[in-house]
Antibody, heavy 123, light 105 residues
Framework: QVQLQESGPGLVNPSETLSLTCNVS??????????WGWIRQPPGKGLEWIGS???????YYNPSLKSRVTISVDTSKNHFSLRLSSVTAADTAVYYC???????????????WGQGTLVTVSS | QLTQTPSSLSASVGDRVTITCRAS??????LNWYQQKPGKAPKFLMY???SLQSGVPSRFSGSGSGTDFSLTISSLQPEDFATYYC?????????FGQGTKVEIK
């Protein structure tokens, strides 16, 4: 059973770079035709997809964040990472990592999810 | 863009509850549903508008295609009180509805 776990600083200064890692256990990150992604949720608000990556490094980003986002993968460590630059208070959120699973009919969904990690942007 | 209605509702155990999700353009049947409880990550319920994820109770059902979709809980159980989100997987950026909070009456 695949499990995902986010890790990284819980507090980031404004204008600096947010960095998080998602460790994948129970399966190899490169063993399936799945993408791996990041989704965030500001306190009391809804969900926003940030971006996703394939094990070969191919990425999709949300255009609203694309200029500030970098997602990378390290198959040797079975983890993938998020970097979000020039953060402001608006980037304060719970950040989730998730597998984007799919089937042969072209449908895809996010499952499973990590437990999430709260990142606060404040000086 | 996905718009869910209502944004919240109050219901009793045993009630039938329906949540709707409207897309701003056709997304065929590329619509997923998630359940989120306070302090927890979303839980995947359903894909392709009406296909239940393994292990999800059969009291949950979904329907719709194109721009109009719905999630129905046939008989609300205590563990179903949560916030529900729809999500489209047809067009990048993948987007979520704003959520519908199902509360105890």
């Amino acid at each position: 059973q695949v499990q995902l776990q986010e890790s990284g600083p819980g507090l980031v200064n404004p204008s600096e770079t947010l960095s998080l890692t998602c460790n994948v256990s129970g399966d190899s990150i490169s063993s399936r035709n799945d993408y791996w992604g990041w989704i965030r949720q500001p306190p009391g608000k809804g969900l926003e997809w940030i971006g996703s990556i394939y094990y070969n490094g191919h990425t999709y980003y949300n255009p609203s964040l694309k200029s500030r986002v970098t997602i990378s993968v390290d198959t040797s460590k079975n983890h993938f990472s998020l970097r979000l630059s020039s953060v402001t208070a608006a980037d304060t959120a719970v950040y989730y990592c998730a597998r984007r699973e799919g089937n042969y009919r072209g449908y895809n969904w996010f499952d499973p999810w990590g437990q999430g990690t709260l990142v606060t942007v404040s000086s | 863009q996905l718009t869910q209605t209502p944004s919240s509702l109050s219901a009793s155990v045993g009630d039938r509850v329906t949540i709707t999700c409207r897309a701003s353009q056709s997304i065929s049947t590329h619509l997923n549903w998630y359940q989120q409880k306070p302090g927890k990550a979303p839980k995947f319920l359903m894909y392709a508008a009406s296909s239940l994820q393994s292990g999800v109770p059969s009291r949950f059902s979904g329907s719709g295609s194109g721009t109009d979709f719905s999630l129905t809980i046939s008989s609300l159980q205590p563990e179903d009180f949560a916030t529900y989100y729809c999500q489209q997987s047809y067009i990048i950026p993948w987007t979520f509805g704003q959520g519908t909070k199902v509360e105890i009456k």
